[in-house]
């Protein structure tokens, strides 16, 4: 608790937050995704395929294409959600964001 008094939490939440919506909005009109949404500083959305779900043959997939890529993301099925730390910096949401779009030509 004495972090959140002391140090500005609310305004890197804050800051989060924004940064998340920016980096979202390239995937909202990417047709290979869809459901693509946003709760606070969490983000998720769906890589289209005929095999959705959980249980999606396409998540084993996308974690290794995260792994290779030096990314910690566990895909639920089709769904990749992202849940970063709040020290998260903009670089590594740039990053992170990459190996997302880049997942979607990859497997």
């Keep these: 608790m004495k972090i959140w008094e002391t140090e500005p939490v609310r305004a890197r939440v804050a800051t989060l937050v924004a940064l998340q919506a920016k980096h979202l909005e390239r ?62 910096t903009n670089q590594d949401l740039t990053m992170l964001y990459g190996a997302i779009e880049a997942a979607a030509s990859a497997v």
Excluded at 36 to 46: F, L, Y
Excluded at 62 to 87: E, K, M
Aim: glycine share 6%.
């Design 27 to 88: 995937f909202r009109d990417d047709a290979r995704f869809q459901n693509v949404r946003q709760t606070g500083t969490i983000t998720a959305m769906d890589l289209k395929t005929s095999d959705a779900g959980y249980l999606s043959k396409l998540g084993p997939k996308l974690q290794s294409h995260f792994r290779d890529a030096r990314v910690l993301l566990r895909p639920l099925g089709n769904t990749i959600y992202v849940l970063p730390p709040y020290c998260v």
